[in-house]
């Protein structure tokens, strides 16, 4: 009978306990589909403000008219309605009902244009207040247009980050145009962004 020295067998054990470990691994069910899952669902959600000319004109609104306001409302518009959309959000996801959406995220077009246009500034509880009335009926859009078996989570993720970034152009528009005395420039861009909202109100 042939026989194995202690040390072929010591190899022999160490290459088996390898071999598992890298069967069991590659056998981890749905370990890789959860990568493409998670990263599907977040790409979804990321593309959804893209999607529209409401979301996208809305977004962008918020970060002119803050830059236009300044002080403590470049940051806390731009942190609220993120904030408010979440929670909007969560409403179509459980499932409870909110009136006249689609009404609600044409007026925030129209609305957000016209602050811009005519340079409205408003206390800082004002503007939060309607900001973040607009953004709950964006938040329970993207909501309700959650794909069918998609991580809620990382759709959640995709729409906030993409949300900031318009945010955050709107914001350095509206700084940039601030400094260089075109101020009437943002004006103009805000009564464009009204038209637009008026055309989706009356569609």
Do not use: C
């Not at 190899?11 to 069967?23: E, F, H, P, Q």
């Not at 002080?71 to 409403?91: C, D, H, S």
């Amino acid at each position: 009978m042939f026989a194995l020295s202690t040390k072929h067998r010591a190899r022999l054990g160490m290459l088996a306990v390898t071999a598992l470990a890298a069967g069991s691994a590659a056998a981890h069910p749905g370990h890789p589909d959860s990568v493409m899952h998670a990263s599907a669902s977040f790409m979804s959600g990321f593309e959804h403000p893209f999607s529209g000319i409401d979301h996208l004109l809305a977004m962008l609104a918020v970060g002119l008219w803050a830059a236009q306001n300044k002080q403590r409302t470049l940051w806390v518009l731009p942190l609220a309605f993120p904030l408010m959309m979440v929670a909007g959000a969560l409403l179509a996801i459980a499932g409870l009902s909110v009136p006249a959406v689609e009404t609600g995220i044409a007026a925030s077009v129209a609305v957000l244009g016209l602050l811009i246009a005519f340079a409205v500034r408003m206390p800082l509880w004002g503007s939060t207040l309607v900001v973040s009335l607009f953004a709950l009926f964006h938040g329970y859009a993207h909501g309700a247009e959650l794909p069918h078996g998609s991580s809620a989570a990382m759709y959640g993720i995709g729409f906030i980050l993409a949300t900031a970034l318009l945010h955050a152009a709107g914001l350095v528009v509206g700084v940039v145009a601030g400094r260089q005395m075109a101020d009437r420039v943002v004006r103009i861009g805000g009564v464009g962004i009204a038209a637009v909202g008026a055309y989706l109100l009356a569609a």
